[in-house]
């Protein structure tokens, strides 16, 4: 082995040559199988594009877009409008921007499953909508509509296609706003005077043909899909790829399976599949979908050429030896490299390049030595290159563009002997934190602010720090430029890996996101300093209104090592009457404040995510009382309400299976069921008859929102309940008392129609429609046009105590801490129960004499 040791003023670069093996897992450098390669090489020889284009992550037709890709070859992408913030979450809590990071990365994950790109516009997925209008209220439709134009001038799609009709229907107002927004936007990308500012970037494109991937779920009937089928183009896209050894189906399956937090595990089919698809706008194909459009390298003057040297490659590829192609590969790329420039000359070169470097086995990575690093501090990278071929290959420099620095090597790379370099550098003072690009200001309710215009449309952020590597392969100058991640070794997993991030110096986080104050006592706020460097030092504080005051009013801070964790314990007071404020923490070191957060999103299907939201949290001073003080509670879907009752002084117990035992249950006042708890909770279809016993003796269970689909048992309620997809989406609409009279609405919170006021996102979701007469309906409400929803809260004694199905989303009221879901939360686990200071409990008629 040599050592060869270069220095370059503020950092070493160390050189070791050596052999070196790895296994990695997802997220590691892409190593093609040969008979992807090949199938990559053939993709070369095709120059067409196809833009698939719906609302949310998840409504995009995975099938179709595999075909595409696979089948056709061509490049192949999905525009999702948002990044389905406002969607349920069946894997943890996350919710809101946090949930549109998790759909985002499974996105992307599809998309490496089935072959196509993706892209997004800056339109928040603010929650359910019933029509385009109410979307379009919420949205702001010109910039969506420019992101969209955007995204097409740069992508050239030949052929737009949508998931939906821009005819109103049934479906969500999201969905047909996608379909609206794309027809003109298929107008508005041909023309240079719509959104001018992009053309100095950008040039004009117009799509051959937009159409409807429709199907005999927009029908109302089989027979009158039958009538209109043969007015359809049709594509059989159940084919079987034997280079890939699936088929479209199973692949589409695979890919679809990706969405885990929208529970869409998939199976894959086999045999013949027909997608169909309606002309919309543009030049009618009438047999083939990309009919009329030129995909060959005539396109472009001069390519046949290029073409031919291309096909050469793909008659003599050798699954054996795929190196044995680069050299006609080379060719080609010489000949390409002399056409006029333009999209198809540039896009072209990047897929040969890395054809190249995967049939030369060539592995390239750069690994920091921790996941990340402050600005201003010192980090080394472990630097991998290997060349597993005979073709002469030489690493001549490496670059690094965040840094500019620049060195020259001309180390020969060996046939399958590794080059390990080790590079210890400084991280810029003025290098950026790596925020998700469209939460680095604060956005509106429909719509996040991104100001740079070369990132709009992009699934993620750029790499922080990229590295090129200037090669020399078969006296042909290439270059490579790879990402810096984080390696590290899992005793189960092995290899696992993390994207590379800037960070603060230090973080500050709140131990809750709301504080519900409920009488004048103080209440403690936590808060956790931790260090992104070493040798913090200074003060944190809280930053509280006018009126609230802590004690002490700072804390000090000492962080020796990168890492290290102090946590900051202060009495907050309230003031006297109610009041919704926010409470910040701050950091103050070497004279500088810092009030962000360390959000870490980790699960083991995409990659870790890092955010650093503001260290924020919601204050409410309110007028509550409570009966009852311990609460079970059986988790759902992922959801945030333990720590929110916690909050208003109630003991929660998470109830785990062994607890279902009636000794266990019966020390409760109240059980409550979490989000779409009978659809993931497969052994509650054991524990029914305890719960419904649990009532019987007095208890009140508390049922939140499920769906009809995949309920784990059908008798979810001790009498007759039918869900329905019944749902009141104007978080604002009117909320009528049916029952005013009733406990739940004046024991011991007097419910007024006040209680409803700043409601987020929805009233609620999942109705039922029809239930027995045993069930009082406490409350209505309903979206605008549409007749009242009853089904909302629905109270049924059974036994000596209750059962209460509601699907109003307390999920997202009492995480944003609205003052009237807790009281009349508390109210839901209150019924019935005893005064402790009369020690008699409150009924229907005693309210109706005090009415009196």
Same mark, same amino acid.
């Given at each position: 082995?040599?050592?060869?040791? %270069? ?24 190593? !093609? ?33 595999? =075909? ?42 599809? #998309? ?21 209008? &109410?979307?379009? $209220? ?47 936007? %298929? ?32 029908? #109302? ?18 084919? %079987? ?13 695979? +890919? ?18 027909? &997608?169909?698809?309606?002309?919309? *706008? ?21 390519? &046949? ?93 490496? *670059? ?48 996040? @602010? ?8 992009? !699934? ?5 720090? !990229? ?12 270059? =490579? $430029? ?14 696992? =890996? ?9 973080? /500050? ?47 000090? /801070? ?57 260290? &924020? ?34 003991? /929660? ?42 009532? *019987? ?12 689909? #995949? ?15 019944? #749902? ?52 209505? +409400? ?22 209460? =199905?509601?699907?109003?989303?307390? %999920? ?34 005693? @309210? ?5």
């Amino acid at each position: 082995m040599r050592i060869i040791i %270069f220095f370059f003023r503020w950092y070493s670069f160390v050189l070791l040559i050596g052999l070196s093996s790895a296994v990695l897992h997802a997220q590691a450098p892409e190593k !093609p199988i040969a008979a992807k390669l090949y199938q990559d090489i053939k993709k070369l020889n095709v120059l067409g594009t196809a833009l698939y284009i719906a609302a949310h992550p998840d409504d995009e037709n995975t099938r179709l877009i595999a =075909y595409l890709a696979n089948e056709g070859l061509y490049n192949t992408g999905y525009l999702s409008v948002t990044r389905g913030d406002g969607g349920q979450n069946l894997i943890g809590p996350q919710i809101r921007e946090e949930l549109g990071l998790i759909r985002t990365q499974e996105l992307l994950q599809a #998309r490496r499953t089935d072959g196509g790109q993706q892209f997004f516009t800056r339109a928040n997925d603010f929650g359910f909508s019933k029509n385009p209008q &109410e979307t379009f $209220t919420i949205w702001d439709k010109e910039q969506v509509l420019a992101d969209m134009v955007w995204i097409i001038r740069k992508f050239r799609p030949d052929v737009l296609i949508t998931r939906f009709s821009p005819l109103p229907s049934g479906t969500h107002g999201h969905h047909t706003a996608s379909a609206i927004l794309a027809g003109e936007a %298929f107008e508005a990308a041909g023309d240079k005077k719509r959104f001018p500012e992009q053309l100095k970037h950008v040039e004009v494109w117009q799509p051959k043909r937009l159409l409807w991937n429709t199907g005999v779920w927009s029908f #109302r009937s089989e027979q009158e899909f039958d009538d209109y089928g043969s007015q359809l183009l049709k594509l059989d896209v159940g084919k %079987f790829n034997p280079l890939l050894g699936k088929s479209y189906p199973e692949i589409a399956a695979e +890919s679809r399976s990706m969405h885990k937090s929208q529970g869409f595990g998939s199976s894959g089919s086999r045999g013949s599949a027909i &997608e169909y698809l309606e002309h919309t *706008k543009g030049e009618k194909a009438q047999k083939e979908l990309f009919e009329g459009i030129n995909t060959s390298w005539s396109r472009i003057k001069g390519g &046949e050429k290029v073409g031919k040297l291309l096909q050469k490659a793909a008659d003599e590829f050798k699954p054996q030896n795929p190196a044995a192609a680069v050299p006609a590969l080379l060719a080609a790329r010489t000949e390409l490299q002399k056409l006029p420039d333009g999209h198809w000359k540039q896009l072209k070169l990047q897929e040969l390049e890395q054809v190249v470097k995967h049939a030369l086995g060539l592995y390239l990575e750069v690994t920091a030595s921790d996941y990340a690093v402050a600005p201003g501090e010192p980090v080394r990278l472990q630097i991998e290159a290997i060349n597993r071929s005979a073709v002469p290959v030489t690493l001549q420099g490496l *670059k690094i563009a965040v840094t500019g620095h620049d060195t020259t090597l001309a180390v020969p790379l060996q046939d399958n002997k590794a080059l390990m370099l080790s590079l210890g550098l400084k991280a810029p003072a003025t290098v950026p934190y790596t925020q998700p690009y469209w939460l680095r200001k604060p956005g509106s309710v429909g719509m996040y @602010v991104v100001e740079g215009q070369q990132e709009v449309g992009l !699934p993620e952020n750029s790499p922080v720090v !990229p590295v090129i590597f200037n090669m020399l392969i078969a006296g042909q100058p290439l270059q =490579y $430029t790879v990402p810096v991640t984080h390696k590290r070794t899992d005793p189960v997993d092995g290899e696992v =890996y993390r994207p590379f991030t800037v960070t603060p110096p230090v973080f /500050v986080n709140l131990a809750e996101k709301v504080y519900m104050f409920a009488d004048q006592a103080p209440k403690r706020v936590q808060v956790l300093i931790k260090s992104g460097k070493a040798g913090v030092t200074g003060t944190v504080a809280l930053s509280l209104p006018q009126g609230w005051r802590s004690e002490p009013a700072s804390f000090p /801070v000492d962080l020796k090592s990168k890492g290290a964790e102090q946590t900051a314990s202060f009495l907050v007071y309230p003031p006297q009457g109610q009041q919704e404020v926010t409470i910040k923490a701050v950091a103050t070191v070497e004279g500088k404040p810092y009030s962000k957060g360390l959000n870490i999103i980790q699960y083991s299907h995409i990659p870790a995510q890092t955010t650093f939201p503001e260290a &924020e949290a919601r204050a409410v001073k309110l007028e509550l009382q409570k009966r009852g003080e311990k609460v079970g509670y059986v988790m759902g879907a992922g959801d945030e309400l333990p720590a929110n009752l916690q909050q208003i002084g109630y003991e /929660v117990t998470i109830l785990k299976d062994e607890d279902m035992k009636q000794e266990m249950l019966r020390q409760f006042d109240a059980i409550v069921l979490g989000v779409r708890a009978y659809n993931t909770v497969e052994r509650l279809r054991h524990h029914q008859p305890l719960l419904l016993e649990y009532v *019987k003796d007095g208890g009140n269970l508390i049922v939140q929102y499920n769906t009809s689909a #995949r309920l784990v048992t059908p008798d979810i309620a001790p009498f007759p309940l039918k869900l329905s997809s019944e #749902r009141v989406t104007v978080e604002q609409a009117e909320v009528r008392l049916l029952r005013p009279e009733h406990p739940v609405l004046n024991i011991p919170n007097k419910i007024t129609y006040k209680d409803f006021d700043g409601w987020v996102q929805e009233r609620g979701l999942y109705f039922p429609n029809e239930w027995s007469k045993e069930f009082e309906a406490i409350l209505s +409400s309903n979206d605008p046009g549409e007749p009242a929803r009853d089904g909302g809260l629905l109270i049924a004694p059974y036994g000596k105590g209750h059962y209460i =199905y509601t699907g109003y989303s307390w %999920f997202r009221q009492l995480p944003a801490g609205v003052p009237g879901a807790y009281r009349l939360f508390a109210n839901l686990i209150s019924l019935g129960k005893a005064d402790t200071t009369s020690g008699k409990a409150s009924t229907a008629t005693e @309210v109706r004499g005090k009415a009196q």
